[in-house]
């Protein structure tokens, strides 16, 4: 596409038209100054010659042009647009087998909905670099970010009871989250984690895991998991809650460490519910960035105006001598 960088510069082009429509001054018509090296726009007898007055106009065209910068302006090329970085810490443990989560008329694990809504939340989440990070015994590095959401979905699907252990280690999760970050160079560190049990693993306690975190200036978006309802234990016959193995008390307070926020899910539509106010505290970013190229075409018309000043020059000079 062709533009001009300038284009009040052509108002320029009616200087000449101006000029001539000023009075004339009586003092400089009687000692009027002829300069040889330029085109003398009359001929003798005082007759106009319209051609060199064309040539004359198209030059000061020509150089008016020049001045405005004309350019022409590529395709725009897309820049990286500004994103968020998210890591989703899942816990596998055993407990995520039992089956308290009503969906679509039945009980289903609760991994099975963990699945289906964080599967929705990375699809909503297109431009973001997102990772996965599975914890149980250990925690382990399913994909580090990546702003390839399709792929990010594929990975969730394949989420197994088999594929971390038993136990559940949360601070391992946030130590491993908040490495990575510094490995890839993230700006935002956001972690969202989710467990439905309490750290079982000695070493580190999640909240001083949390304390640093806070300090590498990572913020925890924490997700309890668990239906408040009672069940019958298929062993013993007793009545069970199976929400009472959730630790909110340290999952609230990695929250409150890192300026994040604890959530509660309790069903599906909760859970989705949560993914969503998430969305709206971290809003995908829209803004695009763009690089336009640009070719500077000015010289063309000015060499065109250089050229035309020297030929109406050689005219001039064989017409007069």
Not at 13 to 31: D, E, K, W, Y
Not at 122 to 147: K, V, W
Not at 220 to 241: F, K, R
Request: aromatic share 6%; glycine share 6%.
């Amino acid at each position: 596409m062709l533009t001009l960088i300038w284009p009040w510069a052509l108002g320029l082009l009616l200087l000449p038209i101006f000029v001539r429509l000023l009075p004339a001054s009586v003092q400089l018509a009687r000692h009027a100054v002829r300069i040889p090296t330029l085109p003398h726009l009359s001929m003798q007898g005082g007759q106009r010659d319209p051609g060199m007055l064309m040539a004359a106009w198209c030059c000061w065209a020509l150089f008016t042009l020049a001045l405005s910068r004309p350019v022409w302006l590529d395709k725009p090329v897309p820049l990286e647009r500004p994103h968020r970085d998210i890591l989703l810490a899942i816990d596998l443990s055993d407990s995520m087998r039992i089956p308290d989560m009503m969906q679509n008329g039945r009980l289903v694990n609760r991994l099975t909905v963990v699945k289906q809504q964080l599967r929705d939340f990375i699809g909503q989440r297109a431009g973001d670099r997102m990772g996965l990070i599975l914890f149980a015994d250990h925690a382990y590095l399913m994909s580090p970010l990546t702003p390839d959401w399709q792929t990010l979905q594929h990975f969730v699907d394949e989420l197994d009871f088999s594929m971390a252990g038993s136990l559940t280690s949360i601070a391992e999760a946030i130590t491993l989250a908040l490495h990575r970050f510094e490995v890839q160079g993230s700006r935002q560190k956001i972690l969202i984690l989710l467990s439905d049990g309490r750290d079982t693993v000695e070493g580190v306690s999640p909240v001083a895991a949390a304390r640093l975190a806070a300090s590498k200036g990572m913020r925890i978006y924490s997700i309890g998991l668990g239906a408040a309802v009672t069940m019958v234990d298929p062993i013993t016959g007793d009545q069970i809650d199976p929400g009472n193995d959730l630790d909110e008390k340290t999952l609230n307070e990695l929250a409150i460490q890192t300026q994040g926020q604890y959530f509660r899910a309790r069903d599906p539509e909760s859970l989705a519910s949560i993914y969503h106010e998430i969305s709206a505290l971290e809003a995908v970013e829209k803004s695009q960035r763009h690089y336009q190229p640009r070719t500077e075409l000015y010289a063309w018309p000015l060499l065109m105006a250089s050229l035309l000043s020297l030929l109406l020059m050689v005219l001039y000079r064989r017409r007069h001598g």
